[in-house]
């Protein structure tokens, strides 16, 4: 028991520090001053191997760091990331805790998608205005122009990256002796691609660039 418990503490604080990594480096503007980082991705993997806690966690310890280093937006803006990624890894780590099967996996991150567009739409409007200096007004007519077609883009890139992701993340997790075998996964070794998820991913992802373009 206390070996697992220290593979888990192991293998959390490299998803932390991975995520942490992910939104200090790998921030790229999307539409006018929104910006889109994969940070979530990492932690909704952590959601998947270990349960919504984990995710939970991860998503205070990275948007906490990020506070009191990189960011600008201070107390709010750490509160609006850690509402934004649990309502994704959160969601699709509890989905697929009642079903590790590919279809549970794939129906969470889908569910994840929706409730971050949704979740996000609402404390967008709500908190806002707070932390960027906009009134109510002006962030009530960009939610449809600016953070509607945002985070449906960041929800579908965080779904398609994580379903590309995830298996080859997990494999290498698992020949790492970093975490045990996942139920619904195959033994370390044999990594069986799967076309399904794949295309399903590519479409996802394909979506995302079309929004994109379409937004500008």
């Given at each position: 028991?206390?070996?697992?418990?220290t593979?888990?503490?192991?293998?959390?604080?490299?998803?932390?520090t991975?995520?942490?990594?992910a939104?200090?480096?790998?921030?790229?503007?999307?539409?006018?001053?929104?910006k889109?980082?994969?940070?979530?991705v990492?932690?909704?993997?952590?959601?998947?191997?270990?349960g919504?806690?984990?995710?939970?966690?991860?998503?205070?310890?990275?948007?906490?760091?990020?506070?009191?280093?990189?960011?600008?937006?201070?107390?709010?803006?750490?509160?609006?990331?850690?509402?934004?990624?649990?309502?994704?890894?959160?969601?699709?780590?509890?989905?697929y805790?009642?079903?590790r099967?590919?279809?549970?996996?794939v129906g969470?991150?889908?569910?994840?998608?929706?409730?971050?567009?949704?979740?996000?739409?609402?404390?967008?409007?709500?908190?806002?205005?707070?932390?960027?200096g906009?009134?109510?007004?002006?962030?009530?007519?960009?939610?449809?122009?600016?953070?509607?077609?945002?985070?449906?883009?960041?929800?579908?890139?965080?779904?398609?990256?994580?379903?590309?992701?995830?298996?080859?993340?997990?494999?290498?997790?698992?020949?790492?002796?970093?975490?045990?075998?996942v139920?619904?996964?195959?033994?370390?070794?044999?990594?069986?691609?799967?076309?399904?998820v794949?295309?399903?991913a590519?479409?996802?992802?394909?979506?995302?660039?079309?929004?994109?373009?379409?937004?500008?």
């Amino acid at each position: 028991m206390k070996h697992t418990s220290t593979k888990k503490l192991t293998t959390v604080g490299l998803l932390c520090t991975l995520a942490y990594i992910a939104t200090a480096v790998g921030r790229v503007p999307l539409i006018l001053f929104l910006k889109y980082d994969p940070k979530d991705v990492i932690i909704v993997i952590g959601g998947l191997l270990f349960g919504p806690l984990t995710a939970l966690g991860i998503s205070v310890l990275v948007s906490v760091t990020e506070m009191l280093t990189v960011s600008s937006t201070g107390i709010w803006g750490c509160l609006m990331n850690v509402i934004s990624s649990c309502a994704f890894a959160c969601t699709a780590a509890s989905v697929y805790g009642k079903k590790r099967q590919l279809s549970g996996a794939v129906g969470g991150l889908l569910g994840g998608w929706g409730c971050q567009v949704a979740v996000m739409m609402f404390w967008n409007y709500l908190v806002a205005p707070v932390y960027m200096g906009y009134s109510r007004e002006a962030v009530a007519q960009l939610l449809l122009p600016a953070f509607l077609p945002f985070n449906v883009i960041k929800g579908g890139l965080n779904a398609g990256i994580t379903l590309l992701l995830y298996k080859p993340v997990v494999t290498a997790l698992r020949r790492s002796h970093l975490v045990d075998a996942v139920p619904g996964t195959n033994p370390p070794g044999k990594m069986r691609f799967r076309p399904g998820v794949f295309l399903t991913a590519l479409l996802i992802l394909a979506d995302c660039v079309l929004l994109f373009l379409r937004a500008f």
